[in-house]
């Protein structure tokens, strides 16, 4: 129950802090096209040669939550950043790999595997890092003006002892599990959903100018804000269409069951793990049209109207929904629709679009094989 206790208080502290700090508010977007500009610059350098997007997405993705976190960004050459970034990159690979799921299923038997054990020294350096941001913020920290989550942690610690309590939830050890774990829940999952995105826009040209022409029209030269998405319903649908098909979290993560539950004639025990399979429900043939094709009119009505769809669930759905649903949508939106304004996404020479591989390589998340991507400027 105190690990429970411990958990409820940490999302709702994370929860709230992520709203103060800009979640869903324009001082995020602001944040988010700042970034947009960087990534711009790193695709421009390649000048239209193909290139692997993932350090560079990465890279500008992680800096929104090293904002929010550690109120800063970081440059994309920093080694300090870009290892972190890497390191995150590499466990949740690992802790996908067949040994690691194997471990989590069978622990008694498996008490060590080489994964297992680099898998340890990843997230240890990932904690030195931390803490060296930590002592540097609590250097500088003035109460009055929180940068971000971890100052405004250290103050409600600071703020706790001084009224003498002394036993709370807010120790170091809760502010590391949770700068971590919304760096490693806000990095991997966004960025994973636009390289998708970009290779089903090379895949698909027809549609990628179906959406170039769409952000012409309404858009033209200017910024794209969150504000315009209900102007944009194919470039709109087109994100979810990525989103669904892609199916990033497949097996979304481990719930207990509260109660004893009988569940599609199965009875269930209170107590059970469960893993609800989003997949089961974003590919559902009863549901959609056409589940496991790339297929924007899925979210559009016959006038050409964007249409929610209640089997739309990437984030899941309940008490433990995604805490960053809102921050995550409105990334996955500045960053898709700046990147299309400026380039045209196309295969590296001598591949044919048929030939891009839309095979997942499977761990915690789904993520598209390796691939490299032309950039043509277009402004
Ligand atoms: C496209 C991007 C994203 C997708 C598809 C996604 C999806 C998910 C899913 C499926 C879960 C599991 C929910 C469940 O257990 O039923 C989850 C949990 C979570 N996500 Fe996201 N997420 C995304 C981005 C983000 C971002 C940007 C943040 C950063 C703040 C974030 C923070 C979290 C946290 C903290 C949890 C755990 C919540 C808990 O255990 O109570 N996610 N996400």
């Not at 103050?155 to 807010?170: A, D, P, W």
Request: net charge positive.
């Amino acid at each position: 129950p105190n690990k429970q206790h411990s958990h409820i208080e940490m999302r709702r502290f994370a929860l709230t802090k992520l709203r103060d700090f800009g979640m869903g508010k324009r001082a995020c977007e602001d944040k988010i096209i700042e970034e947009c500009q960087h990534l711009i610059e790193v695709f421009k350098k390649f000048k239209g040669e193909a290139f692997d997007t993932t350090q560079s997405i990465n890279c500008a993705v992680s800096n929104i939550i090293c904002s929010i976190v550690y109120g800063s960004r970081f440059e994309y050459n920093d080694p300090e950043f870009t290892s972190l970034v890497d390191r995150t990159n590499r466990l949740i690979r690992l802790s996908g790999s067949p040994s690691i799921q194997m471990y989590e299923m069978f622990p008694s038997i498996l008490k060590w595997t080489a994964d297992r054990n680099e898998g340890f020294k990843l997230v240890a350096a990932n904690k030195m890092q931390n803490l060296a941001f930590f002592r540097r913020l609590k250097e500088t920290l003035n109460p009055q003006m929180c940068r971000g989550i971890v100052d405004a942690f250290l103050v409600r610690k600071q703020n706790l002892e001084e009224s003498g309590i002394t036993k709370s939830h807010f120790h170091d050890e809760n502010l590391l599990i949770t700068a971590m774990n919304l760096f490693a829940a806000g990095t991997e999952t966004t960025s994973t959903t636009l390289r998708w995105g970009l290779l089903l826009m090379a895949k698909y040209p027809k549609i990628q100018d179906e959406v170039q022409e769409e952000l012409r029209r309404v858009i033209g030269d200017r910024q794209v804000q969150v504000a315009d998405r209900k102007n944009l319903p194919f470039t709109d649908a087109v994100i979810h269409e990525i989103q669904r098909l892609s199916s990033i979290i497949p097996t979304a993560l481990p719930h207990k069951t509260t109660r004893d539950i009988t569940f599609q004639g199965h009875f269930i025990e209170k107590g059970t793990t469960v893993f609800p399979l989003l997949t089961s429900v974003l590919h559902d043939p009863s549901e959609w049209e056409r589940p496991h094709s790339f297929y924007p009119a899925h979210f559009l009505d016959k006038e050409k109207k964007f249409v929610k769809r209640d089997a739309f669930i990437p984030f899941s759905a309940g008490r433990r929904i995604c805490l960053g649903e809102s921050l995550a949508r409105m990334e996955l939106f500045l960053f898709f629709t700046t990147l299309l304004q400026h380039f045209r996404f196309t295969p590296a020479p001598g591949v044919s679009e048929d030939e891009l591989d839309l095979t997942p390589v499977v761990s915690i998340t789904l993520s598209p094989s390796l691939y490299k991507l032309c950039a043509v400027s277009q402004m």
